[in-house]
Structure formats: C-alpha cells, structure tokens
C-alpha cells in the first residue's frame, strides 16, 4: 500500500514538473522567459513551448496589441495669451521590444502606460504654451498633435529606449477651466437675454402698431358703413315720403283717416295705457264722424 501511494506521489510531482514546463504563448502576446532575474529569450510567434521548472525558469507575458491611453487627470495649461484651459487627449501605442521595455520601463502594461503618460502630458503642456486658444481649437490643431507625438518619440527612443513604439496621438477636447466656463456661459446668457429683450421690445411695438392699425381701418370701415347706411336710409325716406305724398295727394281725406289711425296705434300700443281728453277734443274725430267709412272710389261720392 505504501509502495502504491509513493508511485502515486511521484507520478504527481512528475507530472506538475511537467507542466511547469510547458506553456503557450498566445498570438497577442510576448512571452518573456527570464532565468534568476535575466532575459533568457522572447518568444514573438504564438505556440507551444517549454522551459525548465521554477525557479530555474520563469515566463512573463506582455500585450503585443495596440494599446490605449487616456488622459485622466484636469490640471490645467496656459496658453500663449496666459489662458488656463484643459485638455483631453488618448494615444495609441504598443510594445515593440519586449527586452527594452522590461529593463527600462517595467514588468506590465501599467508600468508602461503611467511613464508615457507623464511624457506625454509635459509634451503637451510644452506645446500649448507656443499657442493661443484659438490655434489650438482652429487651423494649428493637427500642428500641435504632430508636435506633441515627435516630442513624445524623441523621449521614448533616446539614450535608454523604451521599447514601445507610439502611433498617434491626439486631442479629444480643449474646454476652459472652470470659472472661466462659467464666465463665458454667463456672458452669452446676458447677450442672450439682452437680444431676446430688444427682439421683445420690438414684437410688443409692432404688436402696438398693427393693433392701432386695425383699430383705425375698423373705426374707417365702421365710419364708411354708418354713412353709406345713412345714405340709403335717406334715400329710402325721400322714396317713402313721395310715395305717401303721391298717395296723399290723390286723397287728402283718407290721408288725414290714415293719419288718425296712426296716431290711435301710437297712443294704445298697450292695454293698460290710459287717456284722458276733453270730450271736444278732435282727437277722435276720425271715429266719431263720417270719416270713419270706408272712402270712396275716385271719381264716385
């Protein structure tokens, strides 16, 4: 039973020897094989692969892809006409000697990325300040990018090389601090505020206008209406007062009956109106005397 559980152990640590000795390297990785601290070899193919056991032989991965780096900190840069503004800028970079970039930037990505961000934000902070605000949003944006990303591989490909290569570098956003936004967004909120007032004023006095305009077209259109209704009012009196004075005229006797009729409408236009006459009176003239028959025909008594 002993000799089973020996030849079980043995097999065991056989076996986990075995596989620390094998590793693969994937197609977006370096793999750095390093023996007590030293490179021994970089591996760039993707593949199978074997080394001797820890802690004779160990295995360090680097990302070969192209990387991004953002900007991340709101500290501001003067312009060249002393103006505080922040930018936001990415570049895109990678390892290209995984050897280099091990002994002089780091074992990881990390590592890689906080240098290069340091360079490139004092790149910036170099450039910018050779240009005014309008430069840097306008026609001198690609000159200052292109600039910045020469500065910026100058520094990683000195004396001591880093092994990355940079790719592009470029900015995102440029924007004033922020006293000086809230500034500036004060300002055009009064600009605003002044253009829509003067653009108030002036609706309210063409309002004014167009109102006393048509008040005066509707007193002129009333006016003319009043007078044309006059008009035909009295020319339709002038008519009446011929036709009854033609008619009259023909029978002055049934005219003073017609008269009389009229008046009687006029003075008992309700039951409860009331008169009070001396008895003499020619009043009722009409209802008392022959008049009260029928007139006659013209040219019969």
Known sequence: MNRVGFIAAAIVIVLAVLSSMVFIVDQRQFGIVYELGQIKRVLKQPGLDFKLPPPFENVLYLDKRLLNLESTDAEPIYTAEKQRVVIDWYVRWRISDPA?????????????????????????????????????????????????????????????PWGIEVADVRITRVDYVADITDSVYRRMEAERKRVANGLRATGVAEGEKIRADADRQREVTVANAYRDAQKIKGEGDGAANRIYADAFGRDPQFAQFYRSLDAYKSSFNKKSDVMVLDESSDFFKAMRGPSLAAPAAPGRK
């Open 100 to 160: 280099e970039y091990i002994r002089n930037v780091g074992l990881d990505e990390s590592a890689g990325a906080n240098q290069l961000g340091r360079v490139v934000r004092n790149a910036f902070q170099a450039e910018i300040n050779k240009y005014t605000v309008k430069q840097v949003v306008g026609n001198k944006r690609e000159s200052l990018m292109g600039d910045v990303k020469n500065e910026v591989i100058g520094k990683v490909q000195g004396a001591k």
